[in-house]
């Protein structure tokens, strides 16, 4: 019973430097998402996906990119990583919007830091 | 713009004590309101969904209440164990969802 699973768990990189952070989901879900936190918040939304081939932006997008190629992996890119993207990085995924498939299930999350 | 705030940011208490933890927003257009538990290293569970049709959602020792005209939800955990250790988050569902900062709890045996 995998459900999401986020690599790496923990990352350091320095400025400038390019990763991809990956995500996958064996719950065959139709929506994902990315999320970061910041010591002492709560989670933002960077982007999210209703389905293979579709992505969009969510609240804090600037810097990353996404892409959907199948329903299970969703991985997001950072191309010139910046100090101010140390965060943890969360994927969740949920079956739909309408409620009760709207329920996301998190990933164990990935701890980057950019020095 | 919905922000959501949970006070307080840190609470303490002894083993067998009931208490709550607040959560409340800005916006009352919600579709629904979750409460999530994240502990250290983790991702987040997810505990009660509450739909903005609903005043309340009970599932154990967790009882999660819903008052959308005020903006306010609150979770009540009856009988604390040191076990429900964990920082609390609640989040508001407006198409995307929105979370708050989270309570971390402490339950001292």
């Known amino acids: 019973n995998a459900g999401v699973t986020q690599t790496p768990k923990f990352r350091i990189l320095k400025i400038g430097q390019s990763m991809t952070l990956q995500c996958a989901q064996d719950m065959n879900h139709n929506y994902m998402y990315w999320y970061r936190q910041d010591p002492g918040m709560g989670l933002k939304l960077i982007y999210y996906?209703?389905?293979?081939?579709?992505?969009d932006k969510g609240e804090v997008p600037n810097g990353y990119n996404v892409s959907r190629s199948t329903t299970e992996d969703f991985p997001l890119r950072l191309e010139l990583a910046a100090p101010s993207q140390t965060s943890v990085y969360f994927c969740?995924?949920?079956?739909?919007?309408?409620?009760?498939?709207?329920?996301?299930?998190f990933g164990a999350g990935t701890r980057l830091s950019v020095l | 713009k919905q922000e959501v705030t949970q006070i307080p940011a840190a609470l303490s208490v002894p083993e067998g004590e009931n208490l709550v933890l607040n959560c409340s927003f800005t916006?009352?257009?919600?579709?629904?309101l979750q409460w999530f538990r994240q502990d250290p290293g983790k991702g987040l569970t997810s505990l009660l969904l509450i739909q903005s049709s609903q005043r309340e959602q009970t599932s154990g020792r967790l009882n999660a209440s819903l008052d959308k005209s005020s903006g306010r939800s609150t979770l009540y955990i009856a009988a604390s164990q040191p076990g429900d250790s964990a920082t609390y988050l609640c989040?508001?569902?407006?198409?995307?969802?929105?979370f708050g900062a989270g309570t971390r709890l402490t339950v001292k045996p």
């Open positions: 989040a508001v569902n407006i198409g995307d969802m929105r």
């Open positions: 916006d009352s257009a919600i579709y629904n």
């Open positions: 996906s209703v389905g293979a081939g579709i992505t």
């Open positions: 969740a995924s949920s079956y739909g919007q309408g409620v009760p498939k709207n329920i996301q299930y």
